[in-house]
């Protein structure tokens, strides 16, 4: 249930076009034209897919402070957490180099439609805030890190889908000449993000009581050392309420 | 202009206007829509790539005949990365409510594509000094556009710059809202940053007809 919750909040609510404008620079760049996009909309899904639970791993285990608790009691003092936007950049850039490099080899024809999208994707913001949201929303599992991950990826596809098949019908309207293509794409973008809004209340029906519960569920707070007694404890209270 | 040649002042006006990284390029747009409901996170995000393009421009620049040309993107994106981390640890100890309002932003300068795309078009085939100048010019630029964006929507959707009611207290009704002004609530969402920069570029492209797109 969490899981689902946190994949469509990650598609509609938390949409990473509409709500968070990453990835603005490849989405106004490659929506000319409907199967560029679904190119470059698929291989952002993929690379998303791999690179948030890896960084979140990496984060969980090495960047977090107490994070390198593993490694034995002496090292549980350190805070590595201000290295996290250098080795994010470097993972990703290093993930995407890599799964370059596999397609090529095992899978020409998806090598094909993907493969020139794919040094594109290493520099969309899109890839990088998908981890830093991971970071700073403090995701409590790896799963749950997938799923966001997967989640916001079909978010991007489907706001560069709906974008470029915009496009290509607006190319027959008059618009004003100083608003042609740029100009009209912001403002679309615009219209569609106030759309896009409406699915605010989707998860929660309004109901602000049911809203904290969620948030609780989704966004586990990590900064204690096991977050199972902080789920404990919910349930706990929750028992307690049932039975007052 | 004792300083700098006519050549090189160019590199520095161009960008403002006729060769705006947003509005023309269409670059670093990640970044600009975000953070520019207040006009003082404008301002510090402007002054932030201000200083990560400046240097890193130079940086770029300096190491250009080193750098082979197949790893050139890890490199570039390892100098905008350590710049991005001096920025973001000043900004925590200096300005801690504010390094929150732009949370992840900040990291975000780093995919920001005005600083690869400066790198790549200019710092790499050219001499530390121009590069310098370039990338002020065109972080300025994109300073321009932020801050203009920043300053509509706080002044409409707040009634503030700054911080500070420049246009009367909305509660006791002094000042323009003594004449039945409100304000709009709506610039304050996200969405009215694309649209803000949607008439921006309207408005501009109206001015030079030689920038419209057919």
């Not at chain 1, 090292?75 to 890599?98: E, G, H, K, R």
């Not at chain 1, 970071?135 to 599992?141: L, V």
């Not at chain 2, 600009?32 to 002054?47: C, D, H, K, P, R």
Request: proline share 3%; aromatic share 10%.
């Amino acid at each position: 249930m969490e899981h689902i919750e946190l994949f469509f909040k990650s598609i509609f609510i938390d949409n990473m076009v509409f709500a968070t404008f990453l990835g603005m620079c490849s989405y106004l760049a490659v929506s000319k034209k409907v199967s560029t996009a679904v190119g470059l909309g698929a291989a952002v899904i993929f690379v998303l897919a791999i690179t948030v639970p890896l960084n979140w791993m990496l984060d969980q285990y090495i960047l977090q402070p107490g994070a390198l608790k593993w490694l034995g009691a002496e090292y549980a003092s350190y805070d590595l957490s201000f290295l996290s936007f250098i080795m994010f950049i470097a993972t990703i850039a290093t993930m995407v180099q890599l799964v370059e490099i596999i397609v090529e080899k095992f899978s020409p024809s998806l090598y094909n439609s993907l493969g020139i999208f794919l040094p594109l994707i290493a520099v969309n913001c899109a890839i990088l805030g998908g981890s830093l949201f991971m970071q700073s929303r403090e995701i409590a599992t790896l799963g749950l890190a997938t799923t966001y991950g997967v989640g916001s990826g079909i978010g991007w596809f489907l706001a560069i889908l709906a974008i470029a098949a915009i496009r290509e019908k607006i190319r027959y309207s008059s618009v004003p000449a100083p608003l042609r293509g740029l100009g009209i794409t912001f403002i679309i973008t615009g219209l569609m993000a106030i759309g896009f809004m409406s699915f605010g209340g989707m998860l929660t029906g309004g109901d602000e009581e049911e809203k904290s519960d969620t948030n609780e569920l989704s966004v586990m707070p990590v900064d204690e050392s096991n977050e199972l007694t902080i789920q404990a404890t919910a349930l706990e209270d929750k028992l307690t309420q049932v039975n007052q | 202009m004792g300083l700098l040649s006519k050549k090189d002042s160019k590199l520095i006006s161009d960008p403002l206007l006729d060769n705006n990284p947003i509005t023309i390029q269409v670059l670093g747009i990640c970044s600009a829509l975000a953070i520019t409901a207040e006009l003082q996170a404008s301002i510090v995000m402007s002054i932030s790539v201000l200083f990560v393009l400046g240097v890193g421009n130079v940086v770029i620049s300096l190491m250009r005949n080193i750098i082979p040309s197949k790893i050139r993107i890890i490199v570039q994106l390892v100098v905008v990365a350590a710049l991005v981390i001096i920025v973001d640890q000043v900004l925590k100890a200096y300005a801690y409510e504010l390094s929150k309002t732009l949370s992840v932003f900040v990291g975000l300068i780093i995919t920001n594509c005005i600083i690869m795309g400066r790198f790549e078009a200019f710092a790499l085939g050219n001499g530390p000094w121009r590069s310098f100048l370039d990338g002020i010019g065109n972080a300025a630029g994109y300073g321009f556009i932020l801050i203009l964006v920043g300053f509509f929507r706080e002044l409409l959707g707040s009634g503030t710059l700054l911080g500070y009611a420049v246009l009367g207290d909305p509660i006791e009704k002094t000042g323009l809202y003594a004449i039945g002004y409100e304000n709009n609530g709506f610039m304050l969402l996200s969405p009215m940053a694309l649209i803000v920069v949607g008439l921006i570029i309207w408005v501009q492209r109206s001015r030079n007809k030689a920038l419209i797109e057919d």
